[in-house]
Each structure stands twice: as C-alpha cells, then as structure tokens.
C-alpha cells in the first residue's frame, strides 16, 4: 500500500506512464503474496480502467479472471475486479471525457467470453448475497449480453438452475438488484424463445406483474416501462406464452391499468409505459399469432372489461394525440375478426348531446384535414378491423348510404364517406374513404348489388347520377394520383365477383376507351403504377364478364387490348405495380402505414386481390384462340342444358305427381287395414256379446219362474198360518208391536229399491238415446269423412256397457231372491206384508223384461252399423285398386321420357361424331390434293387454270359443306331429330 503511494505521489521526473503504471500494478497484482497488496493493485486497476481501457484490457484482464477464480472469498477483491471488467466491456456515455469505443468493447467482450468458465464464474457471482458482488456481476453480465447475447444465452440456458436464480433477483428486497436484473433478463430474453418460456414458467408473468402494481401502474416509474419491455420480450412472437398468459389469468390483470380519469397528468413516462402497455395488448391479439391464440385472447379482453376501458380511453377528451393514436389501434386488433367485440365497439357513444356512435366520430377525424397523419391512418385501420368477418356491419354501411329515413340533422357513416370521396382539396381524404368503402364490399357479392342502387345529386336541376358513374367520371377527371388510386381501388373491388357490377361500367362507353389510354401512356414511376392499376381493371371486366353488353364481350376487349396497346405492354404494365416497394410494404402488414401522406397508396387486401387475379388475367388475354373456344363450348353447353333442364323439369314434376299418388295409396291401404281390423274386432265382439245375451236371457227365464211359484206356494202357508195367529194375537200383543217397528222399517228398505230400480231405468233410457244419436252422425260415404279408431272405440264402449247392465241385473236378481227368503220368514205374521212383495217381485219382473228387449234392440243397431262398415270397406277397396292403376300408368310413362331423352342425347352424341369424322376426311383430302400437285409440278407437269378454277370450285362447295355442317351441329337441331321434349 505504502509503496503504491509512493509510485503515485512521486516527481514529476520519476512519474511513469499510464501503460507503465499499468504494467506494474498488473505485475504485482501476480506475484505479490499479501492479500492486501493484490487489493490495493487492484483497486488501483479499476480506478485506471477508465481513463487508460486499451492498456488495462490488453494487459490485466488476464490477472483481473484470474483474481476472480483465486479469491473469490474476498468479497471487496471480487467487488473491485467485477468494476474493473465492467469499466472495459461497457461504453459509458455517462461521462463526458471517455469517448465511446464500440469496437474497442466489442474486442474485449470476446477476448473476455473465449474462456466459458469466466461466464459460469460471473454467474456464481450474481448468485452471491453481498450487495457490491452481485450488483457488479448483474452489471457485467448485462454487458457481456450485449456484446456476445447467443454465447451468453447458450452458456446460461446450460448452466443448472442459471435462469431460476436469475429470476429469484426479481424478489430480492433491495430495489437496485431488482432494477438491475430486470435490466439483465431484458437483454437476456431478446430473441431466445427457450429463455423465454423457461421464465415464463417459472412464475415470471406474476412477479412482474406484481412489481408493476407496486410502483403505481400506469403512474409509476422508470421501473414500470422496464417490467412492460420484459412482457413484451416474452411475449411477443412467442406463441406458447401467450396461450400460457390468457390462460394462467394474467389479461384480466392488465385492465387496471386503464383507469384514466379525466384529471389525469400525462407525464412522459405515464406516456411511455401507456405506449408499453397498449403494444402488450396488440402482442396478444396480433393478426401475425395463430388465430386460435388471438380469438380465445379477444374473447377474455371483452369479458374482463379490457376492452370497455379502452373504449373509454377513446372517447376521453385530453388524451394526447399519439396515445389516442395507439388506442385506436389497439381497438381495432382487439375486434377484428371477433364477432362480439365488433358488436360491443358498434354499441359505444360519444359523450356529447347528441350521442354519436364511435364509428361516425372516428370517421369525422379521418376526413377531417387538419388531424395528424397518423390517426387518420389508425381510424382506417380500426374501420377495416370493423369490417373484417363482419357481414351485418358491411350491411349496415352500404344501408346507410342508401335512401332511408334517417334524420336531417343526424350524420352517418356513409355521409362521412361519401363527402370523403369527393372532397376536391384532400387527396388522402379521398383515398383513405374509397379504401375503407372498400372493405364495406370485400367478399359481400349482395352489398355489391346494392350499392349499384346508390343515386347522387350532383348539381341542382340535374338528374341524379349512380355511384359507380360518379366514380368513373372524378377518375378521368381528377389530376391527384393519390385520388385516382384510391377510386381505382375502390372500383376494382367493387367489380371482382361482380358481373352485374362490370356490366353498369361497360355500359359507359367511355369507362373502356379511358381505360386502354391510360394502359397506353408513358409517365414516370408512379404513373406505371396508376396505369397497372387501370389494366387490372379492365382485366376484371374481361373475366367477369358476362357478355349482357354485346359490343363488350371478353373476345372484343381482348382484340382491343392486342390493337390498341399490346399484349406485352399490358403485362408489363400488371408487372409494374408488384415490383414497386409501397406495393411489396402494404402487402407484409394489414395495417396501413407509410412514412408520409404521399406515400399512402396501396391497401392490404387490395395488394391480395391483385395478386391473385394477375396471373389468371394475363392466361386470359394471351390466349384470344382459347377464349373464343371457351365462349363457344359455354354457348353449346348453355343451349344443351337448357334441353336437359326441360327434361328435368318434366321427370320432376312427374316425379312429384308419382310420390303424391304413392302417399295416398300408402294411406289407403294403412286405413283399409286398419278398417278390417277394426271389423274383425267387431265381429268378434258381436258375437260374443249374443252369447252373453242368449245366456242371460236363459237364466233370467229360470229364476224369474222358481220365484213365482215359490211364493204361491208360500202365500198357501201363510194363509194357514194367518188363522192360526188370530187365535193366538191377544197373548202376543207385545211382540206385534215389535213386529210391526220391523215391518215399517222393510217398507222403507223397499222404497230405496224402488228408487234405485227407476234411476237405473233412466239411465238405460239417457244410453239408448245417446245411442241413437251417434247412430244418426255417421257420415256418408266420404272417403275422408270415415273415423274409423274412434266408431270402434265407440262399440267397445257400447259393449263394455251392455255386459256391465247384464252382471248388474244378475246381481239385482240374486239380491231380490235373498230379500224374499228374508221376507216371507219374518213376514209369516203380517198378510199385508205379504201382498206388498208380490207386488214388488211382479214389478221387477216387468221391468227385468223391457232391458232385456232394449238389449236385442241395441245388437240390431250394431249388427246393421257392421253391415254399412263391410260396404264402406269395399268402396275403398275399389278406389285404391284405381289409384294403383294409375301409378303404374305414371310409372311407364316417365320410363318412357327417360328413354326418349336418352336416345336424342346418343342421337346427338352420334351425329356430332360423324361430323367430326367428315371434317377431318375434308381436311386429309385437301392435304392429299395439295401434295398430288406438288409433286405433278415437281415431275415437270403443268396445272391448267381450268383445273384451278374447278378446284377453287371445289374448295368453295367444301367450304359450303364445311359450313353447312357446322350450322347443322349447332344444339337443338341434331340431324333432325327434334331433342325437345313434347
């Protein structure tokens, strides 16, 4: 120590240089043997590392790794020797007097990195809890990433535990390690997808998210932006971490970071870490991921209320412009293609009296001159992404431009458009509203067609004019190549796809004219691009159209475009758009964007569309021969589908008529089964139900006969017994009177049958004339009219009826027998008793008699209703055999067309074969001819002009048969025989 003093602080004369002192101090940092010398030698170092790099690096790097392997226990050494490395491998701008040396650094990060245990020992470093160690060793790493980042990548992805460690520094307590290894993970991280994932899944995503709720969010610091560039660097293009981001729940945590209140102070680091976060949020639903990715992430910002919040920031006022720029197109990509968010950012409103809709704001500022560049751009983009996948909003557009009852004092978007479009003194104005009209039409054939009904009044007194010839007219008017190519634009998407389209626009009969003119001019860059432009046009209406304009048929623009310009200066002119840049920029984002106005001339899915018609385009003007054959094959295939549709629409019809008849027989026939079995089950009931009859009947005979004379028998008794009582009635005066209580209370046992019995008369009498009633609502012979399941539930119910009064009247009569038993033993004392059940029993009798004759009364009815069933039965019969006779007539006679309409095809198929046989039996007659006469000539004969003449006769009468044959083969006359149906 004492003697580096001395070295320092001695004369003037004896003071050495600074590679001296260099040397010297690396000379004793090798061999001295005290710790404390080697320290001061080489703090020493590092204190020179500043001013004299090139002596230091050159000549003590070597001992400085070798200090750093030797005495990595002393903490100060390693402390100062990381400094030291740190000095020499990093360009401190931070100090005026050292001028930047990159190459300089670059040499010795590579000098230092050729050793791969000098990494791995620095990385032991960083893994070092004292502060001055691993704050030097974060700094040096974030050096030597940027001087060799694959070499330190590789090394720490080898390293065990290497990146695990690196990401445990993100939760150490003091805020400047934490800052630095944010730094070194930033560096650490760019471009290596494996380090990437590896944090990912190490917990990264919530560790940094968790430092940026900590340090305020959007109001936070430096330290804010550095966490928001980690996410971005592992994020982006990065696939498995996105999926593992919306999944592990890290959107939702983003949408705090939106809560803008209108008092907000937009410092410019709120400005850079909004920027930040806005640009994390297009990482997630970038166009470029794969779309599941992208469309599972809107999905989770629309529910989380991410996208809400960025709509309020849209329609927030005090946002600065190019925050407010990044937000719209933040919007735009979080709803293109999303059919939900589409329709949440169709519902949003402006606030202000009265509400607007955000899509006709954000149109106002995109027409409006005097807004910045870029947000107009950003509010086309958001227009497309509206559109994008989106039918009912490309409907909504073109309705609005259509004649409606919107108010007066209301503007729409297609106002907005429209008065873009034709502004006179913006240019960009007019491009950037033909482009977005445009993408109200990409691949929407119907909006197309309506548009063809917008009218315009350009002048007062004037009729109105349509869209499209509008259009045309500002096109060969307008001077602004910026204007024209928007128009172009417009028309070649409105036309592609569209005939009826193309044919509004050949009916102007300057549109093609104007057209090969400009294909034919000569101009600078831009106008070869403006003229390739108009060639793909015309290259629309020849392979869209459908020949509805007779002197504009795709041969006769073809033979235009061979006259007038050439087809290889039309090619050339196609060529001339793909091989300029701004094309080849526009075609790589879908985005618009360009370095200034100007430069704003090409749209994404305009560079689409041209390039996959160009080649189809230059095929079809090439090859005129192959057209007009494919007009001519299109006219014969025309005409013979038309024979074939007529044929088609006749074996329909008759099929139809078939399948009708084969339902109505099919029901018939379910309806006659049906009927027999019905029938059957009748009959059989029938039956049954007469011998239920014939039995009862016999019993009732039986017992009604035993009971009669029973009781005369007993009554003869009784009269005995009578006289005999009276003799004894003084001495039973007592009992009689009991008797008589018992008697009394008979009588009224016998009044509640009499009741009963009449009730159930009444009831027979209700059945009988319901009965007679249904018998009387049979229809007539109507095919249609016959129920059968329910007259066959009815007779059921008939006969269920018939056998309960049979079993009911059994049971009465069993009672009744019991009853006698019972009265004439207690009755012996009583003659009036007596009298009062023969009187009961003849009634019963009587009335036992009259059911019976309503029950033969009824099997007549039912044996008569079976009678008209059996003749009903056969009337159907009658008509299904009729139906099925026609059917099979209706079956031959479509055998018969099907054949008819095969022979006149092969009829056809025959002669245009004979006609091609004898066209080329002309043709090798000719040829044959021909060289007969060379060969006379060449044996010296001679060819009289007769023999001329009549073989130019002969040629012209082929020629006449030639033709007349051709004539012949046209469809719907083959050879004669007429393909036409009857």
Known sequence: MNYFKSFVKGSDEQQPSGAETVSRLCDRVASSTLLEDRRDAVRALKSLSRKFRYEVGTQGMAHIATVLDQDANDDEMVAYALDTLCNLMSDMEEDDDVVPQPELTRTFVEKFTAEENNINVVLDFVERYDFSVRLSALRLMISLLKGQPGKIQETVLMKPMGISRLIDLLTDSREVIRNDALLLLIELTRGNSNIQKIIAFENGFDIILDIIRAEGMSDGGVVVEDCLLLLLHLLKRNTSNQQFFKEGSFVQRL???????????????????????????????????????????????????????????LMATGVPADILTETINTVSEVIRGCEANQAMFESVHAPCEPPRPAIVVLLMSMVNDKQPFELRCAVLYCFQCFLHVNPAGQTKIVNTLLPSSLQSQQISAGQLLCGGLFAASD??????????????????????QQLLRVQLATSVGNPPISLLQQITNIVRQSTSIQSRMGLLILLCSWLSGCPIAVSHLLHDSDAVPFLLSQIAEHGNELDHVLHGVCA???????????????????????????????????????????????????????????????????????????????????KMVSNLEDVKK?????????????????????????????????????????????????????????????????????MHDSSSGDGVSDAA????????????????????????????????????????????????????????????????????????????????????????????????????????????????????????????????????????QTKIHDLESRLNVTSQENLTLQDKISTLEEKLSNLQSKEESLVQQVTDANSKAEEAKAQAEDFKKEQEDLLILLSDQETKLESYKTKIKTLGGEISDEDDDEEEEDDEEDEDVIESLKQNSQPGDTNGVNTHPE
């Open 255 to 313: 949408t705090p970071f939106f809560e803008i209140d209108s008092e907000s102070v937009w410092s410019a680091q709120k400005v850079a870490n909004l920027h930040l976060m806005l640009k994390l949020v297009r990482t997630l639903v970038a166009p470029s991921n794969p779309s599941n990715v992208t469309s599972s992430c809107q999905l989770v910002m629309q529910q989380c209320g991410l996208l809400e919040r960025l709509c309020n920031m």
């Open 427 to 448: 240019p960009l104005s007019n491009w950037c509203s033909a482009v977005a009209l445009s993408h109200a039409l990409n691949r929407n054939t119907e909006m197309k």
């Open 536 to 618: 793909l046009l015309l290259g629309i209406c020849i392979v869209d159209n459908d020949g509805s304009v007779p002197q504009c048929t795709k041969e006769s623009l073809i033979e235009l475009i061979v006259a007038r310009v050439g087809i290889e200066r039309f090619c050339d002119s196609l060529g001339a758009v793909t091989k300029h840049d701004l094309y080849s920029k526009a075609f790589q984002r879908s985005q618009p964007v360009a370095p200034s106005s100007d430069d704003m001339l090409f749209d994404h899915n305009f560079t689409k569309l041209f390039k996959t018609l160009e080649d189809n385009i230059i």
């Open 713 to 848: 028998e007993l009554l003869s008794s009784l009269n005995v017994q009578i006289e005999e009582l009276k003799q004894e009635n003084a001495e039973k005066n007592a009992k009689l009177q009991e008797k008589e209580n018992s008697i009394q209370q008979l009588r009224n046992d016998l009044d509640g049958l009499e009741l009963r019995s009449l009730q159930l008369s009444s009831s027979d009498e209700t059945q009988q004339n319901n009965n007679q009633q249904s018998n009387t609502n049979i229809p007539d012979d109507s095919i249609h009219a016959i129920n059968v399941p329910d007259d066959s539930r009815l007779q059921e119910h008939r006969l269920v009826q018939l056998t309960n009064e049979v079993d009911s009247l059994r049971s009465q009569l069993q009672a009744k027998d019991e009853e006698i038993s019972r009265l004439l033993s207690e009755g012996a004392r009583s003659q009036n008793t007596t009298d009062e059940v023969y009187d009961v029993l003849v009634s019963e009798k009587t009335s036992m």
């Open 630 to 698: 494919e007009e001519e094959s299109k006219a014969a295939i025309k005409a013979h589908d038309s024979i074939i549709k007529e044929y088609q629409a006749l074996i329909r019809s008759q099929d139809t008529d078939l399948k009708e008849l084969r339902s109505r027989v099919s029901s018939l026939e379910s309806e006659l089964s049906q009927t027999k079995e019905n029938l059957d089950e009748r009959t059989a009931q029938v039956q049954q139900l007469k011998d239920q009859y014939n039995v009862l009947k016999t």
